[in-house]
């Protein structure tokens, strides 16, 4: 069965597929890369964490273990049923509105390049509006050739995992096809992603009220940025 879906986006396979085109089967069987440890060095321990877009808990239940309290968000309740030992929130992240903040906002899985520009504003908002004034966010960015040399494929546990292309839908904004195979199962997704530069990255961050504190990994794909004082998230666009 599936959920809404969002434009550009779709998924094939069994199960459900959520909005943004993801297989909740595929992402309960993925397994989780150095995501947690990345995140664990980044922030302080026993944080309270918000989890934007957390699917199945892949990075909730690692981070669990290593004694985050975390709040997971997502819109797709076929995803968050998964989730063990957090609180859930089902809703679109542009509309959260929680009346609390946490030490660490998490905003993962490249979701900070919707082809939406409305969209992308907004996620930044939700993170600015949701962190404290001494907490962090931490952004997870695409590589610099994530859209070059296609088509890639590397093993997982159990599968492949392969991006097979990368086509150019409009100014800015690519379709991105990625297949995930298996023995005895077969999923694909297309989705929209607006690639960004580091200065573009950086400029959307300021847009938000956010900035740049560090480049937590060689590849530079993964961030931690803070909240600029007395720079508010302005009203959704
Ligand atoms: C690629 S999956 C990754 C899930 C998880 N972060 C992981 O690494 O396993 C993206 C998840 O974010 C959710 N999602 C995407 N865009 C969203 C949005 N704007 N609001 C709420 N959830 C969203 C999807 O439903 C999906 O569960």
Redesign the pocket.
């Known amino acids: 069965m599936s959920e809404r879906v969002r434009e550009g986006h779709r998924g094939t396979g069994p199960g459900a597929i959520?909005?943004?085109g993801?297989a909740v089967e595929l992402?309960e069987r993925?397994p989780v890369g150095d995501e947690p440890d990345v995140i664990a060095r980044a922030v302080p321990a026993r944080a309270r964490v918000l989890e934007l877009?957390?699917?199945?808990g892949?990075?909730t239940h690692p981070l669990i273990e290593r004694g985050f309290t975390v709040t997971a968000?997502?819109?797709?309740p076929r995803?968050l049923e998964r989730v063990r030992g957090a609180r859930t929130v089902c809703g679109?992240?542009?509309e959260l509105e929680l009346d609390e903040r946490f030490d660490v906002v998490l905003l993962?899985?490249f979701?900070i390049h919707t082809g939406d520009l409305r969209?992308r504003g907004r996620?930044l908002r939700a993170c600015r509006q949701h962190v404290a004034d001494d907490g962090c966010v931490l952004i997870q960015r695409e590589s610099e050739d994530r859209h070059e040399n296609l088509p890639q494929e590397r093993k997982i546990t159990g599968g492949i995992v392969r991006v097979v292309s990368s086509e150019p839908v409009r100014p800015g904004v690519r379709s991105v096809h990625v297949e995930y195979l298996f023995p005895d199962a077969r999923w694909t997704q297309t989705f929209l992603s607006r690639p960004l530069t580091a200065d573009a990255f950086e400029a959307a961050l300021a847009e938000a009220g956010l900035a740049v504190d560090a480049y937590l990994t060689e590849d530079r794909t993964w961030v931690r940025a803070l909240p600029v004082p007395g720079r508010s998230p302005a009203a959704p666009g």
Do not use: Q
């Open positions: 959520t909005p943004d993801c992402y993925l877009g957390s699917g199945v892949r990075m968000v997502d819109e797709s995803m679109p992240i542009e993962a899985s979701l969209v996620l």
